[in-house]
């Protein structure tokens, strides 16, 4: 019903920059919250950055200072702005929405994207 595609990953170096972006189409009427994930080799997938329909954000301790999340809810899409980066943030980013399923009975619990690269050399 929703798919989300990531893009803007690369290889960049230490202090280097990207913006991720994650185009969502389909049933966008079922989107709520999104959010960028991140896992890296042997790792738990964690939350990097969280924002509410109407732009409340949040970040891991990790990524504050240096990581943007923004949306544009009129283009279905959202940004990851990163900024300072460092090999520690080396992952695998996801999108990922919150879908309405207690509203819209065609809206699933949530979404994923397929993820795209970020490798930060040293």
């Known amino acids: 019903q929703v798919q989300l595609v990531e893009s803007g990953g690369g290889l960049v170096q230490a202090g280097g920059s990207l913006r991720l972006s994650c185009a969502a189409s389909g049933d966008t009427i079922c989107i709520s919250a999104m959010g960028w994930y991140r896992q890296a080799p042997g790792k738990r997938r964690e939350l990097v950055a969280a924002i509410t329909r109407r732009g409340t954000t949040d970040y891991v301790d990790s990524v504050k200072g240096r990581f943007t999340i923004s949306r544009d809810n009129a283009k279905n899409t959202l940004y990851l702005q990163m900024n300072s980066l460092k090999p520690e943030d080396t992952a695998v980013y996801y999108c990922?929405?919150?879908?309405?399923?207690?509203?819209?009975?065609?809206?699933?619990?949530?979404?994923w994207g397929q993820g795209t690269q970020v490798t930060v050399s040293s």
């Open positions: 990922n929405a919150g879908g309405l399923s207690d509203s819209y009975d065609f809206c699933s619990d949530d979404y």
